[in-house]
């Protein structure tokens, strides 16, 4: 992952917890009601992909341990990570796409209430993505993959040559002649691995996807409520198709790109379409960007526009990453598929340890401080998720108590330790296992491996019954908090 120039090393902060009747009387431990969404605290599990779905996207027993092990500390909310709305492939990501998928996801519901004694709500992240494929090799690229055309022929100086003697000539080029016949995006296609964007409207798949969105995400929306969900959250961050709508770079010519009030119309069409079909307690939000970090990239002033629009349609909520872009992605390897967290986009999306000289922690909290300002005072009070390196009860109550933002986002922390609600609601806040933001998760993640933690992930290997990973050398949850520790 990209770090910043700086390299300055930072530790999880030093903190003072409270005791559990200041805990209790706490903002964040105080419940939050916004029109349907009622909540028992301000906590909130951000969306975190584990990669321990089936292959083919069913919740597997391994998906159900994984949530009832956050659910066991209680927060606010888990949002469940983000689920495929299509009926395709896309290996162990959990999908939502048909209703054969309903009764595994009713099935993690339940264990998520049981677990949580009905303390914690639970949504659901839909996500819609566009195909990406591997990079290529060289030689395999340009003798099978490459469509041959007369613009190449032309390049090459060879009008007459048929398609075999001018897939030979550029398998002989150098790479940076190679670069000069080829097209911009051939030369993308062969040294990144092929990528839909959503302005490629040649393709009718992509050109049609105005068409096709919002009825597929309200089929999935409607799954989730028949599974027991209590909401969904529009997945409109990051790399994927939604958010790619809303993004700057997009320059679709009709009508759904260009302009911010282009490039919101499908993320608004598609809440509409969400809300009318499911019921009217439902809770539907959005993750969002509060800027996307790349060249050219959205700005804070879009984010406010964006923010602004989806609470006056009805929004119950909005959380709020930055970043996480395929643009300023790393060159894969052969082989293997671009990953959009590789960048600096993805460096402010989960920023690590090794930071700069603002560090790792809380460099989400302006621009959503900003952008929850911007709608406030034109008078709406949807609430405002911010993540991002929060990890100690000072940071998120302070965050609360001078009014930035209404819920607080920990995704790693939950990870690094489950219990961390529990366990600073009942005043054993220093027996929390801080996350060092290493992102050895994230590194999992990004080789499609099942997510652990490293703070947990070889202890106590010898209790009985434990799973472990593939490899068998990781147990896949945090152990339980231990009765001798409170
Ligand atoms: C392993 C892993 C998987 C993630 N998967 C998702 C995801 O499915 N959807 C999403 O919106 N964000 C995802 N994120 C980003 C987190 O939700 C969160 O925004 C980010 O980690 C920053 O918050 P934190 O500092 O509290 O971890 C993921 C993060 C990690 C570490
Ligand atoms: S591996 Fe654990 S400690 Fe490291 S960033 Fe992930 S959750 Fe935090």
Same mark, same amino acid.
């Given at each position: 992952m990209w770090k910043p120039p700086e390299r300055i090393r930072y530790k999880s902060l030093e903190s003072e917890w409270p005791n559990a009747s200041e805990a209790t009387s706490s903002l964040l431990f105080s419940p939050l009601k916004f029109q349907s969404m009622s909540l028992t605290s301000r906590t909130w599990v951000p969306a975190m992909v584990p990669w321990r779905s089936t292959e083919s996207g069913y919740v597997s027993e391994d998906v159900l341990d994984w949530y009832e092990r956050f659910a066991s500390g209680k927060p606010g909310v888990i949002v469940v990570e983000a689920t495929g709305i299509r009926d395709i492939p896309s290996g162990p990501l959990l999908r939502i796409g048909n209703n054969s998928y309903?009764?595994?996801?009713?099935?993690?519901?339940?264990?998520?209430?049981?677990?949580?004694?009905?303390? *914690?709500? &639970?949504? #659901?992240?839909?996500?819609?993505?566009? *195909?990406?494929?591997?990079?290529?090799?060289?030689?395999?690229y340009l003798l099978e993959f490459l469509e041959i055309n007369d613009h190449h022929r032309k390049n090459l100086s060879m009008p007459l040559a048929d398609c075999d003697e001018v897939r030979d000539k550029l398998t002989s080029l150098s790479d940076d002649d190679l670069s000069n016949v080829l097209s911009a995006k051939e030369w993308e296609n062969l040294t990144y691995g092929y990528r839909e964007r959503v302005s490629d409207t040649e393709l009718e798949e992509i050109a049609n996807l105005p068409k096709k969105l919002p009825a597929l995400f309200a089929s999935a929306a409607k799954r989730a409520e028949r599974a027991g969900f209590d909401g969904v959250e529009l997945h409109y961050a990051h790399a994927y198709t939604m958010a790619s709508f809303l993004s700057s770079t997009n320059m679709r010519q009709d009508g759904f790109g260009g302009d911010v009030r282009n490039r919101i119309k499908l993320p608004i069409q598609v809440y509409e379409a969400v809300r009318k079909n499911t019921k009217q307690n439902f809770v539907v939000g959005c993750r969002m960007l509060s800027e996307e970090i790349i060249k050219g990239g959205g700005s804070l002033s879009d984010a406010k526009f964006f923010a602004l629009e989806f609470a006056k349609s009805g929004m119950d909520f909005l959380s709020f990453s930055r970043g996480g872009k395929f643009d300023d992605a790393k060159q894969p390897r052969v082989g293997s598929a671009a990953y959009p967290y590789t960048g600096q986009s993805g460096y402010e999306c989960m920023p690590g340890y090794i930071s700069d000289k603002f560090g790792p922690f809380g460099r989400n909290l302006e621009p959503v401080r900003k952008i929850r300002n911007h &709608?406030?005072? %034109?008078?709406?009070? *949807?609430?405002? &998720?911010?993540?991002?390196? #929060?990890? *100690?009860?000072?940071?998120? %109550?302070?965050?609360? $108590?001078?009014? $930035?933002?209404?819920? #607080?986002?920990?995704?790693? $922390?939950?990870?690094?330790?489950?219990?961390?609600? %529990?366990?600073?609601?009942?005043?054993?806040? @220093? @027996?929390?296992n801080l996350c060092r933001y290493s992102n050895y998760c994230e590194g999992l993640d990004q080789k499609h491996k099942q997510v652990t933690c490293e703070l947990w992930d070889r202890e106590k290997m010898d209790e009985p019954n434990i799973k472990k990973s593939k490899d068998g050398k990781r147990r896949l949850i945090a152990p339980a908090w231990a009765a001798t520790d409170r």
């Open positions: 309903v009764d595994g996801l009713a099935n993690l519901v339940r264990r998520v209430r049981k677990a949580s004694q009905g303390k *914690t709500k &639970i949504f #659901i992240q839909l996500i819609d993505f566009l *195909t990406i494929r591997r990079r290529p090799q060289r030689n395999r &709608i406030n005072l %034109e008078g709406y009070h *949807t609430p405002c &998720i911010v993540a991002g390196g #929060i990890h *100690t009860f000072q940071q998120a %109550e302070s965050i609360l $108590q001078s009014d $930035q933002a209404d819920i #607080i986002g920990f995704a790693r $922390q939950a990870l690094a330790d489950p219990d961390w609600f %529990e366990k600073v609601r009942a005043g054993f806040g @220093s @027996s929390v």
